[in-house]
């Protein structure tokens, strides 16, 4: 009996370590270029030069749709701008893309460096990166989702539309607050050419004032937009004008060249 009962146990282990090791045999479906997580110094510059790829999207849609742009002559095409028989499809692709690839990857790096000191001016450029998106897609579609957005993963997949003005409302406190961040970092990780297509090429000194100076712009234009006759003063009492505004313009160039160009001119 007890020679049996080894025998037993004997074949029982060797079942379990052949199940188990032929579930490790046959596990071929993890894909290595799959990542589920990502540096946040390398989603960052993915997401502002994403952004900038939108941005001909906007300005196409936008120039054509207030008379700023007109078709040339013998052609055909953009026949809902002159129509305006638009439809849910329609353009639709500037909010799809904008939701997808800057929004949900700025929330990735703002989710994983906030509380940071070290990463504050990386949470503090994606926030001021967040602002300038969502601000392009209030401006193009009015009330949008906001609050609940880019939440699938806590079960929210049908997120509610908010009033585009309360929106603004929050996008000019994101903007105040990313600028105090700058300042209270004590040992910050510095953004750097690799890490910033945008003020990357700012000397050092000057980079994250130049980051600041986008946000307190990017405040200025909201402002301009919403204030009221009766509340406009004490509205832009609140800019900070000796930190200043942009003069020169904010251009992405991650490197482009002749083999991988701009895409508005691809």
């Not at 499809?89 to 909010?95: E, F, H, I, T, V």
């Not at 961040?181 to 910050?188: C, Y």
Request: net charge negative; hydrophobic share 45%.
């Amino acid at each position: 009996m007890k020679k049996l009962n080894i025998k037993i146990w004997a074949g029982a282990m060797a079942i379990i370590l052949l199940v188990s090791s032929c579930d490790d045999f046959l596990d071929i479906n993890t894909n290595p270029n799959a990542a589920t997580t990502a540096d946040v110094q390398l989603v960052l510059p993915h997401a502002i030069v994403a952004t900038a790829n939108l941005s001909n999207q906007f300005n196409t849609y936008g120039s054509h749709l207030v008379g700023y742009r007109a078709n040339a002559g013998g052609f055909s095409g953009f026949g809902i701008l002159l129509s305006y028989n638009f439809t849910p499809a329609d353009y639709n692709g500037m909010w799809t893309n904008t939701y997808q690839d800057p929004l949900r990857d700025l929330k990735y790096v703002i989710d994983n460096t906030e509380g940071s000191d070290q990463l504050s001016y990386f949470n503090a450029a994606a926030k001021i990166m967040t602002v300038f998106n969502y601000m392009k897609l209030v401006d193009a579609f009015g009330d949008i989702p906001y609050t609940e957005a880019l939440r699938g993963e806590e079960g929210i997949v049908t997120p509610a539309y908010e009033d585009a003005a309360a929106i603004y409302t929050d996008l000019i406190a994101t903007c105040d607050e990313a600028i105090a961040q700058i300042d209270d970092a004590e040992f910050p990780l510095s953004l750097t050419t690799a890490s910033d297509p945008l003020f990357g090429d700012v000397a050092v000194a000057d980079r994250m004032l130049a980051w600041q100076r986008f946000a307190n712009t990017l405040k200025l234009k909201m402002l301009v937009r919403t204030s009221t006759p009766g509340n406009a003063r004490a509205e832009f009492a609140t800019l900070d004008l000796a930190l200043g505004f942009l003069t020169d313009d904010a251009i992405v160039d991650p490197g482009y060249e002749l083999n991988r160009p701009n895409p508005a001119w691809a």
